[in-house]
């Protein structure tokens, strides 16, 4: 593979730049010295709901030991790597950043497992998924600024949600009807795969679930190995695995960047509007790499994501989810203040999925506990 040299911050001609943006709903004066998605990745940064993912469930729960990835770990480790892989494609970096620092924020508790309790409770109810919550939050429920509900971010972050999402929520056709992802977002979807794929196998050898001699049969894994024990022979063994994993990633991430400029090159594409017009995705890896990691995807969930310890921890999760829902259904006047008020003009699965998707994992047993606990009247 050749050697690959950074493009120094100069927007290629299909990076979507903020003089190509369509602003915001509200419109707003210019800052003085930061651009529009600057100001969209500090507003993702500074909100609450990026803050609660410290304590939302990644593969563990946020108990488990302080070592392993949470929601908000993850989410940082997603924006580096795009960011790098932005600059060397010639894409807009902040735009990059604040996508990928914004594509979790619609996570409830509990991970997947959450998610797919909530999504049971809404099935006749509008629905749930993470992404077009994501952008439920940035649109309407934090309340962090007096002119406006939301973050009030551009249109493209908005849009980045929409078209990582797998609903059929009418309100996102709106966004998808510009065409196929925009450059940046693409970055941001394919480094979130490459990342946890990457991290879950080191989570998970870590934590105990895994032994290494179970990956015998992972190509990838044992050609990374490989490599690392001829640099470092003698390599001690808490070294040797986050090494591993830094050489699984570096693969990853060249192989990514290869490919894409391959790609944006075969199909011609010189603006933005071509990336709208093309209906395959361009930035992606090799066909050989995709291969490779199918096989360590195949790993996870056949010897992690189904690991007895992980299915336990989801069970309880979702037996968490499914008691503080139906309680608050049966009885709106536990629901906190701002929740209640707003029952009069939404109906009560709207407001209570609000309520406790937007739970850490922390605060979900902790009401668990305010309401079923004998021992705890609070």
């Not at 996102?172 to 480094?191: C, M, N, R, T």
Request: charged letters at 25%; hydrophobic letters at 35%.
């Amino acid at each position: 593979m050749p050697t690959l040299s950074p493009m120094s911050g100069k927007h290629a001609a299909y990076a979507l730049t903020a003089n190509q943006s369509k602003g915001r709903h509200h419109p707003e004066p210019a800052h003085a010295f930061r651009g529009l998605f600057e100001r969209d990745r500090d507003r993702v940064v500074h909100s609450t709901a990026f803050r609660r993912l410290v304590n939302k469930t990644q593969v563990f729960p946020s108990p488990t030991n302080d070592h392993h990835r949470t929601r908000l770990t993850h989410t940082l480790e997603v924006a580096q790597i795009s960011r790098v892989v932005a600059r060397q494609i010639g894409l807009e970096e902040d735009l990059t950043e604040a996508i990928a620092l914004a594509h979790d924020l619609g996570h409830p508790p509990f991970g997947h497992a959450g998610e797919d309790e909530l999504r049971q409770f809404m099935k006749e109810h509008g629905g749930f998924e993470h992404n077009s919550h994501a952008l439920r939050i940035v649109t309407m429920l934090e309340y962090r600024y007096p002119g406006f509900s939301g973050l009030n971010l551009s249109w493209e972050v908005r849009e980045a949600f929409a078209h990582h999402s797998k609903s059929n929520d009418p309100s996102l056709d709106e966004y998808k009807a510009a065409g196929s992802p925009f450059l940046e977002a693409q970055v941001a979807d394919e480094v979130d795969s490459l990342a946890y794929n990457a991290h879950d196998v080191e989570d998970a050898l870590t934590a105990g679930l895994v032994r290494e001699t179970e990956l015998d049969d992972v190509p990838l894994w044992c050609r990374a190995h490989r490599e690392v024990l001829n640099d470092y022979p003698g390599l001690p063994a808490g070294t040797l695995i986050p090494t591993i994993v830094r050489k699984l990633i570096s693969w990853q991430v060249e192989d990514l960047i290869q490919q894409s400029l391959l790609n944006l090159a075969a199909e011609g594409i010189d603006s933005v509007a071509s990336v709208r017009a093309c209906p395959r995705p361009l930035i992606s890896m090799s066909e050989p790499m995709k291969s490779l990691r199918k096989d360590l995807e195949r790993f996870l969930h056949r010897h992690v994501y189904r690991h007895t310890r992980v299915q336990r921890m989801a069970f309880k999760g979702r037996r968490t989810i499914r008691r503080l829902f139906e309680e608050f259904l049966g009885n709106p006047v536990l629901l906190p203040i701002r929740y209640r008020n707003r029952l009069s003009h939404e109906s009560a699965h709207r407001v209570i999925c609000d309520y406790i998707a937007g739970m850490t994992d922390r605060y979900a047993r902790a009401e668990f506990r305010n309401l079923f606990s004998a021992e705890d009247d609070t």
